[in-house]
């Protein structure tokens, strides 16, 4: 997981609230992933970006939820109108191709309060 | 729906025994696998990876066997330390694109 930078760690939200977890590939990387971890369970696909395209977003739920990654910038995941159920860990992963071993980041906790 | 999962949810080691850790899937389709340590509070760190042309794969330390006719896939870790005490997570990667998918995870516990 050397290089994929994930900000915030930590993140509060009340329900209703926006957030917004950015991630910034391993330097020369163009292909961004992110997966959802619950407590004591494996991770889960949420969707996979190219610059400026979305590849498969078919681990994202169909309201609230939008990533991008801009052709400037870190991959952004927004989360609109939290609830509870938001509460997780967020992992960025990033890879040179689509067909390389991909790394991942140390992570962004979200907790709705 | 087919998927990744492993067999035992906790093992329990002594420093310098070895270690198995197993995980089955059901997906024949699938052509590449992966093993990711998990540390609290940290992101998965990737250990080591077959493809599904092999049985075999050895590391520093570490060795995965595939079993293509059982759909079985084991870790095994030589001499564990103490800083081998992490959740394991196989994952499955199928040829398009980087979309894992993930088993439930198995802690290992290196008692001193």
């Known amino acids: 997981n050397a290089g994929v930078m994930q900000n915030p760690r930590h993140l509060v939200r009340r329900r209703g609230q926006e957030a917004r977890l950015r991630c910034s590939p391993v330097?020369?990387?163009?292909?961004v992933y992110w997966y959802r971890q619950l407590p004591e369970e494996g991770l889960k696909f949420m969707v996979y970006?190219?610059?400026?395209?979305?590849?498969?977003e078919s681990g994202m739920p169909k309201e609230r939820f939008s990533a991008e990654f801009p052709k400037e910038g870190p991959s952004i995941l927004r989360i609109q109108q939290v609830v509870r159920g938001d509460s997780a860990a967020y992992f960025c992963a990033s890879s040179p191709s689509g067909a390389d071993t991909i790394y991942f980041g140390e992570g962004s906790w979200l907790t709705v309060v | 729906g087919e998927n990744v999962g492993l067999h035992l949810p906790t093992l329990s080691v002594q420093e310098g025994d070895n270690s198995i850790i197993n995980c089955a899937y059901s997906?024949?389709?699938?052509?590449?696998f992966i093993w990711y340590k998990q540390e609290s509070g940290k992101g998965p760190q990737f250990i080591i990876d077959i493809r599904s042309n092999m049985d075999k794969r050895q590391g520093q330390r570490v060795t995965v066997l595939l079993n293509k006719t059982v759909k079985h896939l084991s870790l095994q870790i030589a001499a564990t330390q103490p800083g081998d005490s992490a959740v394991y997570f196989c994952?499955?990667?199928?040829?398009?694109?980087?979309?894992?998918?993930f088993g439930g995870g198995t802690r290992v516990l290196v008692k001193p």
């Open positions: 970006l190219q610059k400026e395209n979305i590849i498969d």
């Open positions: 994952a499955e990667n199928k040829a398009a694109g980087n979309k894992l998918t």
């Open positions: 997906n024949s389709a699938s052509d590449y």
């Open positions: 330097k020369g990387h163009s292909h």
